[in-house]
Structure formats: C-alpha cells, structure tokens
C-alpha cells in the first residue's frame, strides 16, 4: 500500500455527422474490470456480459447501470479526443470546472460533460467554457436518438445524453474532454471512456447506495472502477482510509502511477498552489478540490502540451464559478430583499457536513438564526442530511423541486414528509411545508428571516429550479 498523501508509482512490467478530424483510436470498456474492446465484431460479447449486470443494477426499469448499449450507440463513431475522467461523490463537478478552465486557458480546445444540467438539458455540456448551441444538441441528439431506434438499443436517457455529448466534442473537434462520471463509475455509461489522459477520484460518501453498494469499500470499489491499465491517476488523500485502502488495492493491482494528493501536503506537493490557499480565503473542500485539478491538470498537459507550465495558469482559478456550491445569490427579481441568499446543491451527509462548517463560520456568527428553504430527491437519508445542520431555532420552509427534464426517475420527497423529519429536531422554529410551486416557500422564508440569513438547500433540482425562476423572472 501506498504512503498517502505522496506522489506514488505503482510499476508493472458517425458517418451521421459532418466529418470529424480522423484519428486511430480504439475503445475499450472497464466492464468488471477487465477491458473490452468495442469494435464492430466484439459488441455481441460487450453485450451477452452486461445481461448480467444490468439485472442486478435495475431498479423500477428507469436506471440501468451498464456500458453495452452506449457501446452500441458509438460502436460506428470513433472518439477523437482524449478524456480526463472524473469520479467521486462529491466534489467532481467542481473539479471538472477547474480542470476546463485552466486547460481553455492554456490554449487546449476543451469540452466538458458534467451532470445534472443547470436549467436546460444542454447546458451541461461546454466547449472552451460555452454552452454549446442548442440547435447543435438538437441535431446530434437526435441523431443518436434515431440510431438507439434504429438498432433496437433501448438506451437509457443518461447514456443517449453521454454518446451526445461525446459525438459532440468529436463535431467540434476538441482536444481534451473532461468528463465526470453520472453515477458510480464501473458500470456508468462515461466509462466507454479509453483513450484517457488521466482518471481522478474526488471525495467519496455514502450515497446512491441502491446501485453502488451499502458499504463506503462497496462504493469505493465502483468508483474506482474507472481507473485503467497505464493511465495514472489523482486521488483525493483527504478521503477516509477505508476509501484510500480500497483504492490502492486497485491501483497496485493495476500497477499504475498516482498521486495521493491533499491540501496539507500542497507546499510539498504543489508549492505554488499552496502559496495560493494562503492568499486566498477559501473552504477547506475547495482547497481539496484544487490540488485534485491542478495535479490532473500536470499529468495530462505533460502528455498534450510538455512544454506548458501548469502552474503558471493557476492565477485563473480564482474565475471559476460553479452554480449551486456555496452560492451567494440576489433574488430581489423574486422578492423584495436586498441581502443575498445562501444556495447550495448540498444532498447527501457528506456535502451537507460541509454546507454545515460554511453556514457556522460565515452566517451563525452574525445571526442567532437560519432561515431554511429545503428539498429533496426521493430516497435520500433525510436526517443524515439535515438534522446535523438545521439547529434549534431555525425555520423552514419544505418544498419540492419540479419534473427534472430528461430524467423522469428523479422526484422529489413530499414537502410534508419532508417537515416530519425537520420537526424531530429540538427547539425547532417555525416550519412550513409548501407542495407544488417553489416560489410560495421562498417568499415566506423571506418574511420569516425579516433580513436574517437565508440558506437554500438540499437538492442540485432545488438549485436548479431556483436558476430558471430568476432566469424567467429577469426576461
């Protein structure tokens, strides 16, 4: 096993769309591990495997865990980009926005794939840090939406949302896609993924444990799944060690070089990074997210561009922005309050334990009480995300998040469900429940709160629907 928190090498011995830039590239899958070649005359053996799978990873016929029909969807389309793949609970859609930044500064045409979308479907695919054009989307994906039809795939939404979003970049002829993963990470539809430059595990947590297992070993093992025979890797050293042993069994059985890498080790590892963090006022999460960036960031520029210096791009950190996290937004459009709002995508123990740290460092101190707007998605572990934050005293209004375009499997807990488990809390304050429409509960929350702290939370949907409401409402 490796000293964590060191730098470590393990050594072992469509023809649909307008013509791409040509490249020789072959795709392999990290189905159970072992790599399957997808080519026209193995699909048949990619599919009889993931038969297998896929019952067991079910539920409800509306999430399918498996990498034969996204196989099948690009089997004719050739990828003609490099990857950096990015796994974890939390924390990989941050990364993945560091990792397009700083690579568009250096000159790399970039694309990026995260998920979910914002406030419409494509948004949550970039190239060089712009939304691609709709009609764009719109084309390609019904491009892949015909050939799913066509061949009789039965694609899943996700996966037709993946090979869009790859078939994309290939459109746009970009270098470099940063691609984080949807969910878990050996059995999701990103990891068709072969030709990577480099694979990062970010934070890992309890969460999706329906799909990726009941223990953090379980979850562990799936997200490391994306991890590939000679491609190194960055793994975040902050993680709990169950995580940092699971993940070390599989880099020494790979033999692969990686980077354990964290901000107590930055000055060591990563000096001018860390000459930043004293510069700037930043959380600790932020931090652990940066060095994941900066250190993927190295490893991949030394492949595409060795005579770059990565650290020289670090001064664009401090550009990026990333909805939902921390969010200090004005929803004077909606109501009539001049003070900002807190709006954090928080959803799972995890994140919430670091929404919790933020709200007591930044808002408790100034304020006896928070006003809360809450929501969340059906089967998430309600009092392991908000009993630990939401104090005696606090308010709050329950709500729920509208139908999730493209994924019709996500809905959110009942409002009144919601204001059960808020009102187990001791010395708990005003609660009220608000079914169907969001607006309603963030205008009592601000009639509650008479300029107190607000905090929206719960819920990337939540944060969502918070968006297209301001959105809607400055048109």
Not at 184 to 190: F, H, I, Q, S
Request: proline letters at 6%; one cysteine or more; hydrophobic letters at 40%.
């Amino acid at each position: 096993m490796p000293e964590f928190g060191v730098h470590t090498s393990h050594v072992r011995g469509s023809p649909e769309l307008p013509a791409p830039r040509k490249r020789e590239t072959s795709r392999h899958s990290a189905d159970d591990f072992p790599p399957i070649r997808l080519t026209s005359t193995s699909a048949q053996c990619c599919l009889d495997h993931d038969l297998r799978v896929d019952a067991h990873y079910t539920a409800g016929g509306m999430i399918e865990l498996g990498l034969s029909r996204v196989a099948r969807l690009l089997q004719q389309t050739p990828l003609t980009w490099k990857a950096i793949h990015i796994a974890g609970t939390n924390g990989k859609g941050s990364i993945s926005a560091y990792l397009s930044h700083l690579l568009s500064a250096s000159d790399v045409r970039c694309g990026r794939f995260t998920s979910p979308h914002l406030i419409d479907r494509w948004d949550c695919i970039t190239i060089g840090e712009r939304v691609v054009q709709e009609s764009l989307f719109r084309q390609i994906e019904s491009q892949v939406k015909q050939r799913d039809q066509k061949l009789g795939i039965g694609a899943s939404e996700f996966e037709l949302l993946t090979a869009t979003a790859f078939e994309i970049f290939n459109h746009e002829q970009v270098e470099v896609g940063v691609v984080e993963v949807g969910m878990g990470g050996r059995l999701d539809a990103t990891n068709v993924l072969s030709d990577v430059l480099v694979s990062v595990i970010a934070k890992i947590g309890m969460d999706h444990q329906a799909f990726l297992g009941s223990t953090i070993e379980e979850i562990a093992r799936e997200k490391g799944g994306i991890l590939k025979p000679g491609v190194p890797c960055v793994i975040d050293n902050t993680n709990e060690t169950a995580v940092l042993e699971t993940l070390s069994s599989r880099i020494q059985e790979l033999g692969i070089e990686a980077m354990f890498v964290s901000p107590d080790k930055a000055d060591e590892q990563l000096p001018p990074l860390a000459q930043l963090f004293r510069k700037l006022d930043l959380e600790p999460h932020q931090q652990e997210n940066m060095c994941s960036a900066v250190s993927a960031l190295r490893l991949a520029l030394a492949k595409i561009r060795p005579e770059a210096d990565a650290f020289s791009l670090l001064p664009h950190l401090s550009d990026v922005k990333w909805p939902g996290r921390l969010e200090s937004i004005n929803l004077q459009p909606l109501i009539e309050r001049a003070e900002p709002v807190l709006l954090d995508g928080a959803h799972n123990p995890q994140s919430a334990a670091v929404l919790g740290r933020y709200i007591d460092r930044k808002l408790r101190p100034t304020s006896e009480n928070v006003t809360w707007v809450i929501a969340a998605s059906s089967g998430k572990d309600l009092a392991g995300v908000f009993c630990s934050i939401i104090r005696p005293g606090d308010n709050v209004a329950t709500a729920e998040f509208g139908p999730v375009d493209g994924m019709p499997w996500v809905t959110p807990t009942n409002a009144t469900e919601l204001a059960s488990t808020v009102r187990s809390i001791s010395e708990i304050g005003q609660v009220e429940s608000f079914e169907g429409d969001l607006l309603p509960a963030i205008q009592w929350a601000s009639k509650v709160a008479q300029g107190g702290p607000i905090v929206i939370a719960g819920s990337l949907y939540l944060v969502s629907d918070v968006h297209r409401l301001l959105r809607d409402a400055r048109q």
